[in-house]
DNA sequence: CTGAAAGCGCTTACAG
DNA sequence: CTGAAAGCGCTTACAG
């Protein structure tokens, strides 16, 4: 059914159909009736292409999460024969939550996942085909930003999660980011009312605004409260359970341990409790651990992990919120803002005051 | 740029412009490379929706989680607060692996998630709009099977997951299934094997396909060992973790417990494992534990839950693929498939021959 | 307030 | 082999 046959059913023009369906002002309730009733009766739904061909909204959006390999680490996700691995905590929970609050607000969402320089091409076709109003991208790291920062020169909608937000002065977008620094803050001022005075640290990979800032949140915590962070006690991971693994390893490998280890995502704290099991020693008995994330595993783990919430619901709602606000006002915004970032504790961290 | 504008370029019409777009045949070589090489330099891509508008195919399908409340129950995904919670060991491992192997085949597509049967109409209009060629539909029940079928009666193609394939006598489509039978069958022969005679078992909401033909592989299994499935031992849960938690507490509150429980997906075997510490038991000496779906969570479990893998990625990759098939085909396919079911063996469950 | 008409950018018979 | 033209189903000035 087109417009042209409703028209005729209910005795108007096809224009008169469009001017109901858009809410045009101006239309005597008794027409707006009769074509809404027929809308109804005869179930019809203008065709989407036809709409955006004209030059109306698709209200369409894309979530791209990019996970592009630089120095052949994958960064959040893993590989297996060529294809992807469910374990995927840091992007599904996104997915969900993007998809969501669009389709609240009436939109559909195109999900994309590049890992790849050749996959970013694919991408930049959905705004080439034109079959978008905006994107949000997470993820971003060098590579691709020269891509993104075309396409928002040329005019497009988009939101960036966890994207450096310097960036923000040269090229008007929505920038949406985990509060890495206060996270990173609270985690470590929690140990140190523990009375912990040795902390280790495993980063993520640094080149990432968030293991950097979480770096950034722990040394400057620890310099406030006149403690120092050993050489020893870190390690430069890459968010990866193996570099988790590793990097316990390496950092309880020295004559004077830390008491305890900020790990900088759940995902390395995984494998920092199988590195501590193996060593034969307890969590938190003998060494205390602090996640960041809060992960679906988080609290499954054994002892279950004291960790940071990062707001992921918040933070995907928000930018999809304010994605479509600037789709429907035709214009691009510039907007920062931060998540809030919460303690959750748990088990893993032990009160040393007394010892 | 349009068509039009690149012919102008080139020095063709932008019938020939589609033409080599579209790889007819009876170009000469030299015409090809000419237009090819412009649309690379020139970057030009065709705007879908017109594309779409006179004809082609879009190249997008939806992929659609279905997870209608029957009885206020939400089968496999748990929600706070009026939005939907990051813990979906079910349809994320989907999304991804679809997403993947569509992107592969140079298809674009939509996710949409439907909560209730108004979202339910939201779905329908994906279709009414004409924005996709095809759906792939997971965890259908009963509320949604007509619209679904409606949808395949209109001529659309359609590939679902984890439903009753009784419907393809009557409906085409691509029906791709979990192996539960064959899954249930493994796992109740690998404890029958470590010497169990007394086993119990949590199973889903028995509405749901995968519950009940969890069950029936349990209960042939046992019969066939000339085994006898007590009362007291089923208990009828829902795939929550709090059901595999109440299970537990029902199953082991007799006076002749069993040596092991089946417990229908690991979701409900993280409730079993709390329930099973909060009464002092411990997994594996006291009581056998095995799940189903090797999930995420499972390895990760303390001890490592031994599972039935049911190949998710091969699921959701052979819908996925059918599916882009039947679009170019421009035929509805009619097919059955069942993926396979493979044990894990981890750590929870004990070898009591010796006993 | 409302209709007729142009136009969005493609694809696909139709001719030649 | 290739171009001119019709048509896909809308939306949006333009008139009235």
Redesign the pocket.
Known sequence: ???????KLV?????????V??N?????????DKVLEAIKEHN????A?????????NKMIAIVLLDVKDDGVTHHVKMTDDTLISNNSYFSPVINFVTDQANKMDYYVIISIAYSKDDLKKVKRIFD??MIDGAIFIGTQEPENEMIFDLIKQGHNIALIDTNEVHSKSHDAIYINLNNYEGSVKAVNYLIELGHKSIGIITGNLKKLSAQERLDGLKETLQHNGLELSSHHLFQGDFTEDSGYEGVKHILDTPNKPTAIFVSNDTMAIGAYKAIAELGLNIPEDISIIGFDNSFISSYLTPPLTTIDISFADIAKRATTLLIESIEQKKQFNIVEKSKATLIKRESCKDIRKD
Chains 1, 2 share one sequence.
């Open positions: 059914m087109r417009s042209e046959d409703l028209a005795g108007v023009s096809r224009s008169t159909i469009t001017r369906i858009n045009y002002p101006d239309i005597p309730q008794a027409t707006r019809y739904a203008p065709n292409s036809a709409r955006k061909l004209a030059g109306a909204t085909q034109k």
